[in-house]
């Protein structure tokens, strides 16, 4: 029992001996590095007989012991050994030294927004080039990009080789041959007589502008030839060249018709057997027709829907505006916005009805 405190004091007077010569700030980081440890200890009581230094205790030690010499170094009280304080500093030094170093933006420099806008819209605009083709375009225009560069825009937007894309859809050869495309089709009402009428209309895909050419009872195919031989006149006279005649598969529609359009130099083209979308502009101006007219008013007779068609068709066709024409009416331009300050807070709008108010339209005052 009496030998431990003689050990302690004898080493104690050493240690005490030894502080001797030490400056104050040496002094100072050394209670400094022994306080710390002391944390680092209490920290991990009872979670492991390892002592775990953390980066940024690995940081503060060696920041604080690298400016003492190796020799004040090994007589410290350390946890550790001195070359591990000094391995942690020159890895602290790495860190700095390649932060401070690194450039920027490592590789090559992004493409400019600009140039990646034109390369994606060659491709939508031209489904069947590849990344050569497009590239060969760029160089046309004196825009200085690698082949590798517009391969790359193409896989990270999700486009799939040419090949691939250049399938046409229906959709799209609609799109393209709208100029030259009409579509037609029968739909039915009933009238409060009781009596069924069928209905035939033609739409043009390009103007969406609707005719119609008559209602029946009995569609029979002396009268579908008839209207269609009244629809080649009147698209005569208001200079459409229609090529194509898209129709279903309705047993109205006679053979003669087809030869009397084909002679005039436009092709039919029947949709596919229960495939309403082929002919998606004609069913959607029905659907049209039927919840902004017939839905909405009590038709008498043929003759009442005669007059009721003949209106709607007016209404569609001058003033009824259109997303697909920048909400445009087919016979009337889009107008010019208002920019005039007095115009806007003054306005003067005058409603005129049509077909006793199911209808409205509306016009600036002269």
């Not at 030094?93 to 090559?108: E, L």
């Not at 066709?317 to 920019?339: F, V």
Request: aromatic residues 6%.
């Amino acid at each position: 029992m009496l030998l431990r405190p003689a050990y302690l004091t004898v080493t104690n007077t050493f240690a005490a001996l030894r502080l001797l010569p030490l400056g104050d700030q040496d002094k100072d980081i050394e209670i400094l590095a022994l306080r710390h440890q002391i944390r680092v200890l209490e920290r991990q009581l009872g979670a492991d007989t390892r002592v775990r230094f953390a980066p940024e205790d690995r940081a503060f030690l060696a920041a604080l012991l690298v400016s003492l010499p190796r020799e004040v170094l090994r007589r410290l009280r350390l946890l550790v050994r001195p070359d591990r304080v000094l391995r942690w500093h020159r890895d602290l030094m790495k860190r700095r030294h390649a932060r401070t170093c690194r450039p920027k933006r490592p590789g090559r420099p992004p493409t400019v927004h600009s140039i990646r806008a034109l390369i994606l819209r060659l491709v939508r605009e031209n489904p069947g080039w590849g990344y050569r083709r497009v590239h060969g375009e760029l160089s046309t225009l004196d825009i200085k990009v690698a082949p590798s560069t517009v391969w790359e825009i193409l896989k990270q937007e999700g486009l799939e080789p040419a090949p691939e894309r250049a399938s046409t859809t229906w959709a799209d050869f609609l799109r393209s041959q709208a100029d030259a495309l009409l579509a037609a089709d029968f739909f039915e009402t009933i009238t409060l007589n009781g009596q069924r009428q069928y209905i035939l209309a033609v739409i043009e895909h390009a103007t969406r502008r609707v005719r119609v050419l008559g209602t029946t009872a009995h569609p029979s195919a002396n009268w579908v030839t008839q209207a269609m031989k009244n629809l080649v006149m009147d698209l005569d006279d208001a200079g459409c060249r229609a090529r194509f005649l898209l129709r279903d598969r309705d047993g109205k529609f006679p053979a003669l018709m087809d030869a009397i359009l084909a002679e005039t130099g436009i092709k039919t083209v029947p949709t596919g057997i229960q495939m309403p979308r082929m002919n998606s502009i004609t069913e959607r101006w029905v659907q049209s027709c039927r919840h902004e007219l017939l839905d909405r008013c009590l038709v008498w007779n043929e003759r009442h829907l005669r007059h009721t068609l003949r209106e709607y068709e007016r209404f569609y066709n001058q003033h009824r505006a259109h997303q697909a024409l920048n909400q445009a009416a087919p016979l009337r331009p889009a107008p010019d916005a208002i920019t005039d300050p007095e115009r806007i807070t003054d306005l003067n709008i005058r409603r005129r009805d049509r077909l006793g108010g199911v209808l409205h339209e509306y016009s600036h005052t002269a």
